[in-house]
């Protein structure tokens, strides 16, 4: 079955500590993509990546990190989660950058305490 | 400025009567793509539509089209014969092109609009 699949998909952690967040889809995409959800404000994008070490700044990309090491996967770092990154993910990825239908994974929600 | 804007936060329809949830949508790129995607209560985002800025005709899927409006741009979201399953947040999304300065890899979301499905 074609999909994104993302772990955690709820975490509860301190103001801090790292952690990491994965990605992976098993369509052969180029693109992938992670976003933060908040109320009343839509997504935003963090960051994307067109294809392996290849990544950029999406509009909200302070406190994150990424690497394409593999075409599969896609993980979201917080080297020093802060309770203003408490938020829902989620990653997405596609064909061909923006020329394609984003397919998204089911979400983590994260809170930091 | 706002690249994507849902003035609705939330909207009641009826069940069976058609709804329309609008989408304005500011670019000066005359390359660009626009999306609509619904997020139930379960949280997950599903694509619904997509309407390219040369399309000619207005996109439709089943009993959803989008209402492409280019020198107003906008982009509404038309779901005929509402049904209870519609009940859920829906995202109006767009992705401008690729030449200079613009960055089709770059997507922008509107804020949503919540519509309730009443039976």
């Known amino acids: 079955e074609a999909q994104v699949t993302q772990n955690p998909r709820y975490l509860i952690t301190v103001t801090g500590k790292k952690l990491t967040v994965t990605c992976s889809q098993n369509?052969?995409?180029?693109?992938m993509s992670w976003y933060r959800q908040d109320p009343g404000l839509g997504l935003r994008q963090i960051y994307y990546?067109?294809?392996?070490?290849?990544?950029d700044k999406g509009d909200v990309p302070e406190g994150y990190k990424v690497s394409r090491k593999e075409k599969r996967n896609f993980p979201l770092i917080l080297e020093s989660p802060s309770p203003n990154q408490t938020s829902l993910y989620f990653c997405?990825?596609?064909?061909?950058?923006?020329?394609?239908?984003?397919?998204f994974g089911p979400g983590t929600r994260l809170t930091v305490l | 400025a706002q690249k994507i804007t849902q003035t609705q936060p939330g909207m009641f329809v009826q069940e069976k009567e058609a709804v329309t949830l609008d989408c304005t949508y500011d670019?000066?790129?005359?390359?660009?793509?626009l999306f609509w995607y619904k997020q139930p209560s379960s949280g997950e985002m599903i694509f619904l539509i997509y309407?390219?800025?040369?399309?000619?005709q207005n996109a439709t899927e089943g009993r959803y089209s989008l209402n492409f409006q280019k020198a107003r741009k906008s982009a509404n979201l038309v779901i005929s014969a509402s049904q209870l399953g519609d009940s859920a947040m829906y995202f109006c999304?767009?992705?401008?092109?690729?030449?200079?300065?613009?960055?089709?890899?770059?997507?922008?979301f509107g804020s949503g609009t919540k519509l309730n499905v009443k039976p």
């Open positions: 997405a990825s596609s064909l061909g950058g923006g020329q394609g239908t984003q397919y």
């Open positions: 369509m052969n995409h180029e693109y």
């Open positions: 990546s067109m294809n392996v070490e290849v990544t």
């Open positions: 670019t000066s790129d005359p390359s660009y793509g």
């Open positions: 309407q390219g800025s040369y399309d000619q």
């Open positions: 999304a767009m992705r401008e092109g690729s030449s200079y300065p613009y960055n089709f890899n770059k997507f922008y």
